[in-house]
């Protein structure tokens, strides 16, 4: 069985309050900056949910395991890439269904970077 790659979310916040609980533990209070409707709906994910809490002065952009983090919000290159491919086709080839047109793109991608392999 495959294990689960850890869900991760990182957003830029402040620390806004800290009190002590009486079992011993603290309540941790953050406020984030203005964030998209999509990582609300992330975050929104989490919640009641138990995790571990990594708080930095600085965005953190390795997580342990060597998982590169995407500054919040951002696309993964793949996603750009299919992005602009849709761009393309609906400026240039209006007329190939979209899917059909992508596979094709991309089948000549992989053919080029195929010829510079050794």
């Known amino acids: ?11 830029p916040a402040i620390l806004d309050g800290v009190s ?10 953050f406020h984030s900056q203005e964030i998209t409707t999509y990582n609300k ?24 395991g060597n998982a590169p983090v995407r500054e919040t919000g951002a696309r993964t290159p793949s996603q750009r890439l299919r992005g602009a491919i849709m761009v393309l086709h609906s400026q240039k080839y209006p007329d190939i269904p979209a899917e059909v047109f992508y596979e094709q793109t991309m089948e000549k991608i992989i053919g080029r970077v195929k010829e510079e392999l050794t």
Do not use: C
């Not at 069985?1 to 957003?11: D, E, G, L, S, Y």
């Open 20 to 29: 002590p609980l009486k079992d011993g533990g603290m309540s941790l209070r």
């Open 1 to 11: 069985m495959k294990a689960k790659r850890p869900r991760i979310f990182q957003v």
């Open 41 to 64: 709906t992330k975050l929104l994910n989490f919640y009641q949910v138990f995790g571990w809490l990594q708080f930095s002065d600085h965005e953190i952009n390795i997580l342990p």
